[in-house]
């Protein structure tokens, strides 16, 4: 089971990245996807929640109206579009897959595979 994060990287505030999320090893239509950030001495937090569809999401309201997530089950790849990002979206993002077919998951712990995360820097 794996799941690649990559995308990240050196921004300038209200700069755009696209993160994807590559996933093998399981079946990827059967999963939720989750995306988490965590930045230098703060804990974890969830970002973006896509169902295994993709037909549902759901956003923390720091992002929400400038973070979408989307996903391409031929692909076995979820993304994540950053725009407008602020100095506090710094961070290691990790997606996540959560084995559930009927909406997004939010809960951390329902989470059973994570990927290696990848860095995002704004700056200011």
């Known amino acids: 089971v794996q799941l690649q994060a990559s995308g990240g990287g050196l921004v300038q505030a209200g700069g755009s990245l696209r993160l994807s999320c590559a996933a093998s090893?399981?079946?990827?239509?059967?999963?939720?996807i989750g995306w988490f950030r965590q930045a230098s001495g703060k804990e974890r937090e969830g970002v973006s929640f896509i169902s295994s569809s993709g037909d549902s999401t759901f956003y923390a309201d720091s992002v929400k109206g400038r973070f979408t997530a989307s996903r391409d089950n031929a692909k076995n790849t979820v993304y994540l579009q950053m725009n407008s990002l602020k100095p506090e979206d710094t961070a290691v993002y990790y997606c996540a897959a959560a084995p559930f077919r009927f909406g997004v998951v939010i809960a951390t712990d329902e989470y059973d595979y994570w990927g290696q995360g990848t860095q995002v820097t704004v700056s200011s």
């Open positions: 090893g399981f079946n990827f239509d059967d999963y939720a």
